[in-house]
């Protein structure tokens, strides 16, 4: 059995709020009374992509973290500075191509993709990555379960404005993808601000609430995000049978 924690949309933005909101939940997470496997961190890490506000993610994350942590970008990131101040790559090293990676957890595959196109604000999964993911889909043995870990919406989540403005572009390919992979257990993302559950391609698609703030759905009221509501994460589980069960919890 696999248990990931899942945070997404910190913002970080060198302001008090966001950085404590940020705090309160990784002490959270810290105080588990059994450590999780592995932290999911599932884009908008830093609110303008700017190396200060990588150098700070690094802290609040990374700073007596008993698990690994494991990133993706979202929109408001910027893949150099995300690479150098936040991964630790060094600078002549580092480059605009898609930051994807690949984990292995637990015996579960965990594939984390940059779902990001830089200058915008909507997400793609671009050839660059496609090519990877079906690399590394081939080279394991059809029986490893995998998790896909990414930042935009490839469905709707029934806010005109995101679903019109900023989800993930040509979903159908990663639709086809995930249908003639039966070893992709689920799909974990961010970007929406508000915890929701549905399916993609016939698999679980988890969406992990915000930290910094929680989208308001049309019928919740007027402006677009609240930011009173508490902060959230989510705790995922996938079991023998390959089962992803999420739990969400807010602090």
Known sequence: MLVLAQIS?????GDARATERAERVMERLRALPRP???LLVTG???DHGEEAEYKEAARVLFTDAPWPVLTCPGNH????????????????????????????????EVLLLDSSVPGHDHGLLDET????LEDRLDGLDGETPVLLAFHHHPVPVHHPRLDTAWPLREPHRLRALV?????????IIGHAHTPAATTFAGRPLI??????STLRLPWEGEGLVDLDAPAGFTLHVLDDERRLTSHFRVV
Not at 129 to 132: E, G, K, P, V
Not at 179 to 187: N, T
Not at 207 to 212: D, L
């Open 9 to 13: 949309d910190l913002h970080l933005d």
């Open 77 to 108: 990131d910027r893949r150099t500075p995300f690479r150098t101040a936040l991964l630790g790559e060094p600078a002549a090293s580092a480059s605009e191509e898609p930051v994807n990676s690949a984990h292995r957890v637990g015996g579960v």
């Open 179 to 187: 249908e003639r992979r039966p070893e992709i257990a689920g799909l």
């Open 36 to 38: 999780v496997d592995a």
């Open 129 to 132: 990555t496609y090519a990877w």
């Open 44 to 46: 908008d890490i830093a």
């Open 207 to 212: 969406v992990g609430p915000g930290v910094v």
